[in-house]
Nanobody
Framework: QVQLVESGGGLVQPGGSLRLSCTASGFTFSINSMSWYRQAPGKERELVARISAPSDRTVYADSVKGRFTIPRDNVMNTLYLQINRLKPQVTAVYYC?????WGQGTQVTVSS
């Protein structure tokens, strides 16, 4: 059974950085594409970034290009989302996704 557990969210000031983690289990992590989605208040859930396997090819939403990266650690079965130069528009619940399964989400709030 696929299990995805996100962590690393919190309240952060604008301009700062944050790294989200998604620890995965129940499947062969290294051969599966992984994605981060987010859902802001009153908006639909949207794709933020995806990393393929085994190529590690990445895709980013236009709104996050240049500020977000999506590395993965196939030894630790962990997906990351590195967010730099945080803006208030980044505020949302961030979800890890793979194989039709979602994590529980982690809240990111950017505010001074």
């Amino acid at each position: 059974q696929v299990q995805l557990v996100e962590s690393g969210g919190g309240l952060v000031q604008p301009g700062g950085s944050l790294r989200l983690s998604c620890t995965a289990s129940g499947f062969t992590f290294s051969i599966n594409s992984m994605s981060w989605y987010r859902q802001a208040p009153g908006k639909e859930r949207e794709l933020v970034a995806r990393i393929s396997a085994p190529s590690d090819r990445t895709v980013y939403a236009d709104s996050v290009k240049g500020r977000f990266t999506i590395p993965r650690d196939n030894v630790m079965n962990t997906l990351y989302l590195q967010i730099n130069r945080l803006k208030p528009q980044v505020t949302a619940v961030y979800y890890c996704y793979t194989k039709s399964s979602w994590g529980q989400g982690t809240q990111v709030t950017v505010s001074s």
